[in-house]
């Protein structure tokens, strides 16, 4: 009997040990994908200027949502130091991993007193998904994990789970004022990082505040308390002064195309979520106000609204469904009576060995994909080569002409584009200058043209995969894949 307890308690504690010790070999590798060019670029200009660093990707003196007080941090760092951006990011993932995880166990122990639960919890959030892997940030799949570990939202779904581990011990116990204040400096700090997890964290601490049962010595009450914590917050996201907060409410446009995606495939991505939600269901019936319930329909109808009223971007609020069915998941098989723990855990375990499998490429990050087995090897996805080829060439401040995919990440190393790799609210004449990359790269565009969209954004350097044929390029350098990078010959 004691045997079997104990393989109970120490094989999930050793298996999330394991994903830990994954995650910070990754770390070491930091592959390469998706917006790190984005972020690395953020923290070079706040390490050349942190009073006023302009747009992160263009040469223009404009705000940008992106500089967060997460990545003023590391900006600062990376100042202080010396170090390159890519190692001040390496440090920047160890913390946010660090913040997740003691966040994820801190916030279990309030659902749970049993000590495998925050394990558990941790291997139902990193492998109970689906069978079609994909990566996008705010999104704790092992394999979106492992290419998003340095980037703000990690530090701040961690920050979120923190939240409502301190909020469920707020509205129980008798808290003063101070607290309450506390909250909602961190309910924004949450926001200003990554604010599509800040929409995530403020719908999980909604459901934490409507879900309390406060105990009746308890002053302030929950709902007064809740509204001074809210007024903080706001204070906090008007005060910060890199860009205004507010405005991004009107954002919308290319944000909506670029996250219809989150809509497709819904069926292949989470249904292994299902057997969470079967576990929701189950703590419904035994609570109308539990808070996993009630976090779960607030995601669901966030979801849901965005996907009829065609604001994909809302999309981004789906953890905010899968996380409580995910934890839900996890409590069922640590919790209740014996007979019924032993059937959720026989679940359990072939759904998180399924979603296991489904993302066993993410392995190949730390192993060379030589040394994986073939079955292994088929499942892994090789990260971006990255742009340091260029670096003997192109310095800081240097702008560089480049289409869509390597202006994502030659920002990183210092350099300009002349239009964002990424949709720029703030950005004012975004259009014109993704109209002018596309004329310089349009076949039989006359070589004064070129030549005028050239002084016009101050253009030193362009790359491109060798087919640009302008007298006023010299080529200096090949890249892989067949690019080439140009001098512009003034």
């Given at each position: 009997m004691r045997a079997a307890l104990r393989r109970t308690t120490v094989v999930p504690l050793l298996c999330a040990a394991l994903v830990v010790l994954l995650m910070l070999l990754v770390i070491v590798r930091l592959p390469w994908a998706g917006d790190l060019g984005m972020h690395a670029a953020t923290v070079e200009r706040l390490r050349h200027d942190p009073a006023d660093p302009g747009n992160p990707l263009v040469d223009a003196?404009?705000?940008?949502?992106?500089?967060?007080?997460?990545?003023?941090?590391?900006?600062?760092?990376?100042?202080?130091?010396?170090?390159?951006?890519?190692?001040?990011?390496?440090?920047?993932?160890?913390?946010?991993?660090?913040?997740?995880?003691?966040?994820?166990?801190?916030?279990v122990r309030t659902l749970s007193a049993r000590r495998v639960a925050p394990a558990v919890?941790?291997?139902?959030?990193?492998?109970?998904?689906?069978?079609?892997?994909?990566?996008?940030?705010?999104?704790?799949?092992?394999?979106?994990?492992?290419?998003?570990?340095?980037?703000?939202?990690?530090?701040?779904?961690?920050?979120?789970?923190h939240l409502w581990a301190w909020l469920a011990a707020a509205v129980r116990a008798v808290a003063g004022w101070g607290v309450w204040v506390g909250l909602g400096a961190l309910w924004a700090v949450v926001l200003l990082c990554h604010q599509f997890s800040g929409v995530v964290?403020?719908?999980?601490?909604?459901?934490?505040?409507?879900?309390?049962?406060?105990?009746?010595?308890?002053?302030?009450?929950?709902?007064?308390?809740?509204?001074?914590?809210v007024l903080a917050g706001v204070v906090v996201l008007w005060a910060w002064p890199y860009y205004d907060f507010f405005a991004l409410v009107g954002a919308g446009g290319d944000l909506e195309s670029v996250h219809r995606a989150l809509y497709r495939d819904l069926v292949g991505r989470y249904w292994l979520?299902?057997?969470?939600?079967?576990?929701?269901?189950?703590?419904?019936?035994?609570?109308?106000?539990?808070?996993?319930?009630?976090?779960?329909?607030?995601?669901?109808?966030?979801?849901?609204?965005g996907w009829v009223s065609g604001h994909y971007s809302?999309?981004?609020?789906?953890?905010?469904?899968?996380?409580?069915?995910?934890?839900?998941?996890?409590?069922?098989?640590?919790?209740?009576?014996?007979?019924?723990?032993?059937?959720?855990?026989?679940?359990?375990?072939?759904?998180?060995a399924v979603g296991a499998w489904t993302q066993i490429g993410t392995v190949g990050y730390v192993?060379?994909?030589?040394?994986?087995?073939?079955?292994?090897?088929?499942?892994?996805?090789?990260?971006?080569?990255?742009?340091?080829?260029?670096?003997?060439?192109?310095?800081?401040?240097?702008?560089?002409?480049?289409?869509?995919?390597?202006?994502?990440?030659?920002p990183a190393y210092g350099a300009y584009t002349v239009a964002p790799g990424y949709p720029d609210f703030f950005l004012p004449d975004e259009a014109p200058r993704e109209a002018a990359v596309r004329?310089?790269?349009?076949?039989?565009?006359?070589?004064?043209?070129?030549r005028a969209i050239v002084e016009t954004y101050g253009v030193r350097w362009v790359v491109d995969r060798g087919g640009v044929r302008d007298p006023g390029l010299r080529v200096v350098a090949f890249g892989p894949g067949g690019q080439a990078l140009y001098q512009v010959v003034r």
């Amino acid at each position: 009997m004691r045997a079997a307890l104990r393989r109970t308690t120490v094989v999930p504690l050793l298996c999330a040990a394991l994903v830990v010790l994954l995650m910070l070999l990754v770390i070491v590798r930091l592959p390469w994908a998706g917006d790190l060019g984005m972020h690395a670029a953020t923290v070079e200009r706040l390490r050349h200027d942190p009073a006023d660093p302009g747009n992160p990707l263009v040469d223009a003196d404009t705000p940008s949502p992106y500089y967060s007080p997460w990545m003023l941090v590391l900006g600062c760092l990376a100042r202080a130091t010396g170090a390159s951006v890519f190692v001040v990011l390496r440090v920047g993932a160890v913390v946010g991993l660090a913040l997740l995880v003691s966040g994820v166990w801190r916030y279990v122990r309030t659902l749970s007193a049993r000590r495998v639960a925050p394990a558990v919890a941790v291997l139902c959030l990193v492998f109970l998904w689906g069978t079609s892997p994909f990566a996008w940030s705010g999104f704790l799949g092992l394999n979106s994990l492992a290419l998003t570990v340095s980037y703000p939202s990690v530090l701040a779904l961690g920050l979120a789970f923190h939240l409502w581990a301190w909020l469920a011990a707020a509205v129980r116990a008798v808290a003063g004022w101070g607290v309450w204040v506390g909250l909602g400096a961190l309910w924004a700090v949450v926001l200003l990082c990554h604010q599509f997890s800040g929409v995530v964290a403020t719908l999980g601490a909604l459901a934490t505040v409507v879900a309390a049962r406060p105990a009746r010595a308890a002053r302030p009450r929950p709902a007064g308390a809740s509204a001074v914590a809210v007024l903080a917050g706001v204070v906090v996201l008007w005060a910060w002064p890199y860009y205004d907060f507010f405005a991004l409410v009107g954002a919308g446009g290319d944000l909506e195309s670029v996250h219809r995606a989150l809509y497709r495939d819904l069926v292949g991505r989470y249904w292994l979520v299902l057997l969470g939600v079967a576990a929701l269901a189950l703590r419904w019936w035994r609570d109308r106000r539990d808070p996993l319930v009630l976090f779960f329909v607030l995601g669901t109808a966030v979801v849901v609204l965005g996907w009829v009223s065609g604001h994909y971007s809302w999309g981004r609020a789906l953890p905010a469904v899968v996380i409580p069915a995910q934890v839900a998941a996890a409590l069922e098989v640590v919790e209740g009576w014996r007979a019924r723990r032993q059937v959720w855990a026989g679940l359990l375990a072939g759904a998180l060995a399924v979603g296991a499998w489904t993302q066993i490429g993410t392995v190949g990050y730390v192993v060379p994909r030589g040394a994986l087995p073939e079955a292994v090897a088929a499942k892994y996805r090789e990260p971006w080569v990255g742009y340091h080829w260029v670096t003997p060439w192109v310095k800081y401040g240097d702008v560089v002409m480049a289409r869509t995919f390597p202006a994502r990440q030659l920002p990183a190393y210092g350099a300009y584009t002349v239009a964002p790799g990424y949709p720029d609210f703030f950005l004012p004449d975004e259009a014109p200058r993704e109209a002018a990359v596309r004329r310089y790269f349009a076949a039989g565009t006359p070589a004064g043209v070129r030549r005028a969209i050239v002084e016009t954004y101050g253009v030193r350097w362009v790359v491109d995969r060798g087919g640009v044929r302008d007298p006023g390029l010299r080529v200096v350098a090949f890249g892989p894949g067949g690019q080439a990078l140009y001098q512009v010959v003034r």
